[in-house]
């Protein structure tokens, strides 16, 4: 009798791993080396091929890595007890006191939990058009974006359904963006990320607030070549370029990206970088205007205008 669990001999490459998790491939390969896990097979090709067991066990990590924790604390733990953690985790609150009721929150998760797609994007349109969209970004999308992601670290959440909520506030958002009216021509700011940063609703939420204090906004959406970056804000005349990053990329990825990108942009054009990799923000390189939250939007909108 064969008592291995359904799945148990199946492999991920590493490409969709990186996909899977928003773990970089560079982030996997130095793990290995440093901490022993993952552990990755070799395909019939001698590439990375990892078990499921392990790409379960790096959303659990990334998913902590998000809320705080140290990849050489958690790394190597046994997934039980990244699984106490992560209760641990959720229990604590996240952040600045939000007005949105619990139970509102509580709602949109159990829409997400019954695959009630349509009838989540119109509860969320309903309080975006009560809240209004600067409310809504910082009470309601900051807030859901942490229950989303502690249900996901808990076991509660399938991938899929992250992804269902993701989508959905993402629609929700472009389509309240895109009916705020023009209110000027400056700055005109590019948003977009580098192409290891597969996440983008944080780049969102940050054009929603950019907008509502009257920039004009270029997205290019994400994962965008540098070379392009560069082509893209030359032809575009912009004033500043804004990227985002989650945690967990390689440091010296996301520096040496963001040194890469200032060397070959205008000098003229300031580049903005905002978001949850701590490196970003232990160590900002020089050129670089970190935002330590998108409540730092207003006040360097503000200090850009004011230096013209």
Known sequence: MNDRAPGADLTVPIGAVERDTGLSKDTLRVWERRYGFPAPQRDAFGERAYP???VDKLRMVKRLLDHGHRPGRIVGLPIERLQELASATAAVPHGAATLAADDALDAYLALVKAHRVADLRRA????LLRMGLGRFVSEVVGPMNERVGDAWARGSFEVFEEHLYTESMQVVLRNAINT???????PRVLLTTLPFEAH???LLMAEALLVLEGAHCISLGIQTPIGDIV???RA???DIVALSFSSAHAANAVLDGLLELRRKLPTEVELWGGGRCAVLHRRPPAGV??????GDVAPALERWRADR
């Open 200 to 202: 983008g609703l944080g």
């Open 124 to 127: 969320l349109s309903q309080d």
């Open 231 to 233: 082509l893209a804000a």
């Open 52 to 54: 499921l067991a392990q």
């Open 236 to 238: 575009q005349r912009v």
């Open 289 to 294: 205007l970190v935002l330590g939250s998108l």
């Open 180 to 186: 705020v009216p023009e209110a000027g021509a400056t």
